[in-house]
């Protein structure tokens, strides 16, 4: 089936689903296949349920004219996703990095929607099948999109970029992530840097972290708007002021001719210092005053388990269990060695996706801990069995960790819960 056949059906339906218990009147479903799953065996129940059209890819399932036949439905959903953005003739920003891509995306989106009607992304539906769904929501009445890239391994950002066709890109930072599918932070950076190879390819402009050393190197010949707390080599700097326990931001752009202004942000850590500053760049570029910039930044609360402080019946928890490698898990640990509150201690999950490296990286991540004199550590999975000792207490899974609490209760503490996802950390609050 040709694309524009594809896309005359996209454009009679109202919505475009990859789940058939999704489907809905007038909907477009794709039956993607996965590992252990082939959608084309729910195409007809999702034509059961009021979907328009079921896109399959196998003959067998294709009996009457509601079924479009592709040669693979994936594919097919990637090439609608990239003709519909063609159709779009408005601002799109990439966002792509090791860590805070999606606190990034979510505080760009709020800077941006009470001026534009701004399209981003859902959650973290940042990858190989988000990032098309996300593209065909644009409709005629938006005016900008901001959409979050992911990747773990090494052509997944330029093959994305080929989809969302960014006017704009953001390398939020460069670090060790995803190891087992990028090999080395080398490896890393020539993967998320296909970001900035599609801007300079196709004279767009860039937001550059000037903190992150690594940018600046392969930044050459693109046009940039930079921002970090450095106030000598950025065009948007900022300092943090106070970090009791939410970060407090003065900031200044000579560019934009800015002076001075504060903002009172709701997230904890030096380390979101650089996603604040993001979204003030990227604001102040696209004309909102410094004052209106502030307050909608003022206004989002962290949601997910990243960087959200809780305060239980006895303690104050500072989560961040929605992700963490080797440079997440390190910023954090350092912000909340040097937040003024007492009664440290650590919960700390496993870091997945390391391959080789991991206990080497687990191993320094123990250093680290001992070096900065935390009096209580938990620690959180298999890769971190082979790091015990004062003062740590290691568990294989969480639900052991739960069970400890259970008998050992954990109270008047400040507690940095920080762990990758499948780890599932945010099952400990309860018994915190």
């Known amino acids: 089936m040709d694309i524009s056949t594809l896309y005359a059906c996209y454009q009679r339906c109202s919505t475009v689903v990859t789940d058939s218990r999704e489907s809905v009147p007038q909907s477009l479903f794709f039956a993607l296949k996965s590992h252990h799953d082939n959608g084309n065996r729910y195409a007809a129940a999702a034509l059961s349920a009021g979907a328009s059209f079921a896109i399959v890819d196998e003959k067998k399932y294709a009996v009457d004219e509601r079924y479009l036949l592709v040669d693979d439905v994936l594919t097919a959903l990637q090439q609608l996703a990239a003709h519909h953005r063609q159709q779009m003739a408005i601002p799109v920003i990439g966002i792509t990095g090791t860590n805070g891509k999606t606190t990034t995306k979510e505080l760009i989106a709020a800077v941006l929607s009470g001026t534009f009607t ?12 988000g990032v098309p769904l996300t593209l065909l929501r644009l409709t005629a009445d938006h005016q900008a999109a901001v959409v979050e890239m992911g990747a773990n391994h090494l052509r997944e950002i330029a093959d994305l970029c080929e989809i969302v066709a960014p006017d704009f890109g953001i390398i939020t930072n460069v670090g060790e992530a995803h190891l087992e599918g990028f090999g080395s932070l080398d490896g890393v950076l020539e993967a998320k840097g296909a970001l900035y190879r599609y801007i300079r390819q196709h004279q767009g402009n860039i937001f550059r972290n ?19 707390q450095r106030r000598e080599q950025a065009d948007v700097s900022g ?10 931001l003065s900031w200044h752009s000579a560019r934009f001719n800015v002076s001075g202004e504060t903002v009172h942000t709701h997230f904890w850590g030096s380390h979101n210092a650089e996603n604040v500053l993001a979204a003030i760049a990227v604001g102040l570029y696209f004309g909102i005053d410094p004052q209106t910039i502030c307050r909608r930044i003022e206004s989002y609360i962290p949601q997910n388990n990243r960087s959200a402080c809780l305060k239980t019946a006895t303690n104050t928890l500072y989560l961040d269990a929605y992700n963490a490698n080797p440079a997440s898990m390190e910023a954090a ?34 250093a680290l801990i001992r070096q900065l004199n935390f009096e209580r550590v938990y620690l959180v999975g298999e890769a971190f069995a082979s790091v015990a000792g004062a003062p740590f207490h290691t568990f294989p ?7 400890f609490l259970q008998t050992h209760p954990i109270t008047d503490s400040a507690i940095l819960i920080k762990g990758s996802r499948g780890v599932a950390l945010e099952k400990a609050v309860a018994w915190l």
Not at 118 to 129: A, M, P, Q, S, V
Not at 341 to 355: D, Y
Not at 397 to 403: A, C
């Open 118 to 129: 701004t399209l981003y992304t859902e959650g973290n539906k940042n990858n190989h099948i």
């Open 210 to 228: 000037a903190d992150n050393r690594h940018l600046a190197g392969i930044s050459s010949g693109i046009r940039e708007i930079t921002y970090g």
């Open 239 to 248: 300092q943090i002021v106070s970090d009791a326990p939410f970060i407090t």
């Open 333 to 366: 640990i350092r912000s909340f060695k040097t937040m003024p509150v007492t009664n440290k201690t650590l919960i700390l999950g496993e870091m997945l996706e390391l391959g080789i490296q991991s206990e080497e990286k687990h191993n320094t991540i123990a």
């Open 397 to 403: 899974d969480v639900e052991t960790l739960q069970q």
